[in-house]
């Protein structure tokens, strides 16, 4: 999963990409209004954590922007504005949530996750299929009940299947999703990925479509 | 205005601009008016003269047997005896179908050689003619004429004719027009110097006003001091009202400074001492300031921006639009509760007297509460009567029991410490409804759970255009 972190306070944008980095996410992080916007519409993120009060262009403006040029990626908008008539301006723009400053981090982890949940259109915090469960909350996936020891990428690559469950996930979905945007396309990482969790999870989980990608299975 | 070219220029300079054509331009017409007027009567006086030496010469006139034209007496004025003397009478003699037959068979001694070259118009019997002929010396004179058919002799017709020297018309009018010329002058002059004290008169305390300005500018006043006519009076009143309505901003804003300052600087001395002392508490310490210090500058800001509110007058906003948008601020935020949120058709045309961002901190407070406790839904709907206005929030959760309810409307209380939150956000709308003069009351609702009233003033429905 693939975050975007708009926030021009140095210390706080590390402290934020350290956080969600260790929770798993793919971290890239934008200090100003106008490489922010430029990035959020270019690159595919499954979240953003956007503050208000940028230099060179404000958040709302950015938000506005992309949502104008059709970007629907989850937004959190993170501020020291809380009034609730800026509350108001912010969700009107077309955020999805609303944290103010300060915050706790897990506060801000937990509605990060609910927000990617949510946009694949998953109402639980659990994520269920077949016998495999991935808990959002915590990061675990389990196999009927017994904990499953994955490597972070193997948990990247299943998470994203799983958020997406039984749809065609294209390779380059993948990559977009779980690497930033310096990774190497051409490198067969992926399939290594697939590979091993093939051996981790019940024998025909995970489909290959010839041309299209995979497709995580889940029995009813 | 700028098509005018005296926009920005003084008023002294307006008013002094426009009286002054408007007295150039009465005079002339006046002047012109008058002139004319004078003219006319001295023409009138002139020909009047000459008719009734016209009436002379006709009562004089007499015809001898031999048909030749005689005076019986000569005509009574001295200078038709002189020559040139500017007065003048021809007779000519016509034939019966008033050809002329004899230039000046009789003619004024005064005219010496001359003979008087009328033009052959003819009048009918009894019509007088004028016309203006070369005279002797080759000056311009004004001559009369009529026909006269003598009972002796009908069939020869005489013409008389008498003429004087136009400048006896045009030297009074000149001496007139001169005379006119001066007292218009004279008077213009007068009310030139009239207008140009009135108007500094006039606009002094305008000038006085520019003074006390500079003054409360400089910093030597605080308000503008004096009285002022009537006309300015009330604008030197709402400014002074202005002026202290910014001091009162002004120490408002130096107390609200004082108190968030306050509350940060206490637990930024605590942290501080922790951290010289390397207690190994600090990071618990921290938590535990940040959140105090959070608190109390959440509460001095709600307070801030209310108080700044209530103290200006006339503003007032609708109801219903900033529900609907706070609900739909909620319906984001909690998007992981499936609330149903009813908000009922009363509260349309409802509207509020005072600042929209209050409205929006009061209600989005109360709202926020509702849809942290509500199970499954949250119904608000209103009252209104002529001044007040109601906003009811009903939810369907635990409610609150009676003796806790008076507590958490007071500062810094939270009912339960299981649900995130300051704690202070019904205390902060009971704080700013108090500042409006309303009222929040919490009461068990119909739903089961807590109703909160909010009694807040309603402004008149359609607010006035400002």
Redesign the interface.
């Known amino acids: 999963m693939r975050v975007l972190v708009v926030e021009d306070d140095l210390v706080l944008s590390k402290q934020l990409t350290d956080e969600l980095a260790l929770a798993g996410y793919v971290v890239e992080s934008a200090t100003n209004g106008i490489d922010g916007e430029y990035l959020g519409e270019v690159e595919v993120y499954d979240a953003v954590v956007l503050d208000l009060g940028l230099p060179q262009m404000d958040g709302i403006t950015v938000l506005k922007k992309w949502r104008a040029a059709g970007c629907t990626m989850p937004v959190l908008i993170l501020t020291a504005r809380n009034a609730w008539h800026e509350k108001v301006e912010g969700i009107d723009a077309g955020a999805d949530d609303y944290l103010a400053k300060p915050f706790h981090m897990e506060e801000l982890l937990a509605r990060v996750r609910a927000l990617i949940r949510r946009a694949a259109g998953h109402a639980s915090a659990e994520i269920r299929c077949g016998l495999v469960v991935l808990d959002t909350r915590s990061g675990r996936v389990t196999l009927d009940g017994h904990t499953l020891a994955l490597t972070s990428h193997e948990l990247r690559v299943l998470s994203y299947l799983m958020h997406h469950k039984g749809e065609a996930v294209s390779r380059g979905d993948l990559i977009d999703h779980i690497y930033s945007q310096e990774f190497d396309r051409d490198s067969n990482t992926i399939e290594v990925f697939v590979a091993r969790l093939r051996k981790k999870l019940p024998p025909g989980s995970i489909e290959t479509i010839r041309g299209l990608g995979y497709r995580l299975t889940c029995p009813e | 205005m700028r098509r005018w070219g005296l926009s920005g220029r003084s008023l002294r300079i307006r008013l002094l601009a426009g009286t002054l054509a408007w007295i150039v331009v009465t005079i002339a017409i006046a002047g012109w008016g008058l002139a004319g007027l004078f003219h006319r009567h001295v023409a009138e006086q002139f020909r009047v003269g000459l008719e009734s030496h016209l009436e002379q010469l006709t009562a004089n006139l007499a015809i001898d047997q031999n048909g030749k034209a005689y005076l019986t007496t000569p005509l009574s004025d001295p200078r038709l005896g002189r020559p040139n003397a500017g007065l003048y009478w021809q007779i000519d003699r016509l034939d019966s179908r008033q050809a002329l037959k004899k230039r000046g068979v009789l003619r004024s001694r005064s005219l010496w050689d001359h003979v008087l070259l009328v033009p052959d118009d003819a009048p009918s019997d009894g019509v007088i003619h004028q016309h203006r002929v070369e005279g002797p010396g080759g000056l311009p004179l004004e001559m009369i004429e009529r026909v006269v058919y003598p009972a002796e002799r009908p069939e020869q017709p005489l013409r008389l004719i008498i003429a004087a020297d136009a400048s006896l018309i045009a030297e009074p009018v000149d001496r007139f027009r001169g005379l006119l010329a001066w007292s218009l002058g004279t008077l213009g002059l007068g009310l030139v110097i009239g207008v140009i004290v009135q108007v500094l008169v006039g606009l002094r305390p305008l000038g006085d006003l520019r003074k006390a300005l500079a003054a409360v500018h400089e910093g030597h006043a605080q308000g503008i001091g004096g009285t002022f006519p009537r006309e300015i009076q009330p604008l030197v009143d709402d400014f002074n009202e202005v002026l202290a309505y910014n001091a009162r901003i002004l120490s408002h804003a130096r107390t609200q400074a004082g108190n968030l300052a306050h509350a940060v600087k206490t637990p930024l001395a605590i942290l501080a001492n922790a951290a010289v002392r390397r207690d190994p508490q600090l990071p618990q310490l921290v938590a535990e300031q940040?959140a105090l210090a959070?608190e109390q500058v959440?509460y001095h800001?709600?307070r801030s921006?209310a108080a700044a509110a209530v103290t200006t007058p006339g503003t007032s906003c609708p109801v219903k639009p900033v529900l609907q948008?706070?609900i739909?601020?909620m319906e984001?935020?909690y998007?992981?509760k499936k609330l149903t949120a009813t908000l009922s058709d009363t509260a349309s045309g409802l509207v509020f007297r005072g600042e929209?961002?209050d409205l929006?901190?009061m209600?989005?407070?109360v709202l926020d509460n509702a849809w942290k406790w509500a199970a499954s839904r949250v119904d608000i709907s209103s009252q209104s009567d002529a001044d007040w206005l109601t906003v009811l929030i009903d939810d369907d959760g635990p409610g609150l029991p009676p003796e806790r309810r008076e507590a958490v409307l007071a500062r810094g209380v939270r009912a339960d410490e299981r649900v995130?939150g300051s704690g202070l956000g019904l205390a902060i709308v009971s704080d700013l409804a108090q500042l409006y003069g309303g009222s929040v009351i919490l009461d068990t609702s119909p739903l089961g759970g807590l109703r909160l009233r909010l009694r807040l003033p309603a402004a008149h429905k359609h607010p006035r255009i400002r």
Do not use: S, W
């Open positions: 940040i959070q959440d800001l709600a921006r948008a706070l739909r601020v984001r935020l998007a992981d929209q961002q929006h901190e209600l989005g407070n995130p």
